[in-house]
Every structure is written in structure tokens, then in C-alpha cells.
């Protein structure tokens, strides 16, 4: 199966996916920030990336880690996915989906809203991977 790196702060999202991933055979990776983004990157060697938006050193931190990793010739070609709750959490008098995604702004392949139920997320993992 796939080498997934997710990368939030919240451990218990982690814990949650991690349980639900490595049950169909995906082998996970976390990463509780977005420092050394680009080396630990390197290190695992992701199918996929799952990341959060917004971590305590910076409510913006995956948007910014998104457009890194998009700017880099060889990671950019690994597919990212944002799974974040920044919707219920910001406040903001918008929202985000995935008709935000563009290569300037969100440069990703997929945005799920936290809480996501499993059959939901693995349906858009298969997606990606395929």
C-alpha cells in the first residue's frame, strides 16, 4: 500500500487516522509542524500528504507548507490533501473547499472539512493514490 504523511498538531486526529489508515495497510508517518518541511519530506518518500491548516506557531501554517511543497520540482508532484476544521474554527466570514484549490492560493489536490467520516476519507485517499 501507500506511505502516507500526515502532518497536524493534534494528536488524537493523528492517533484517529493512523488507526483507521494503517488498518487498510497504509504505512504512516507523522509530523506534528511544518518545520524542516521539505527535508523530512525527503526523509519519507509520501505517496501522499494529509495536512492540516492551521498549527499553533501559525494559524496559516499549511497553506503556506502547500505552496512550499507545490514549489518544489519533485515534491510537488506528490499529492496533497488538506483535512482541517479550519472552517468551524477561524473567524472568518468565509469558508474554504475545495473550489478554493488553485495553484497560487491552495495548491493541492483535495480539501475535507474535519470531523470526516472514515468511508469518506478512504474513498479520497483511493482517489488520490490512483
Known amino acids: 500500500m501507500a506511505r502516507i504523511l500526515i502532518i497536524d498538531d493534534d494528536q488524537d486526529i493523528t492517533d484517529n487516522l493512523t488507526m483507521i489508515l494503517e488498518g487498510i495497510g497504509h504505512q504512516i508517518t507523522v509530523k506534528a509542524d511544518t518545520d524542516h518541511l521539505l527535508e523530512d519530506v525527503r526523509a519519507v518518500h509520501p505517496d501522499l500528504i494529509i495536512l492540516d491548516i492551521m498549527m499553533p506557531e501559525d494559524s496559516q501554517a499549511g497553506f503556506k507548507a502547500a505552496r512550499l511543497l507545490n514549489q518544489d520540482e519533485a515534491i510537488g508532484k506528490i499529492p496533497v490533501l488538506i483535512l482541517s476544521a479550519v472552517n468551524q474554527r477561524s473567524k472568518l466570514s468565509f469558508g474554504f473547499s475545495e473550489s478554493d484549490i488553485s495553484t497560487d492560493f491552495m495548491p493541492v489536490e483535495a480539501f475535507i472539512e474535519k ?16
Open 115 to 130: 470531523p470526516v467520516e472514515p468511508k469518506i476519507l478512504i474513498e479520497k485517499i483511493n482517489s488520490l493514490l490512483s
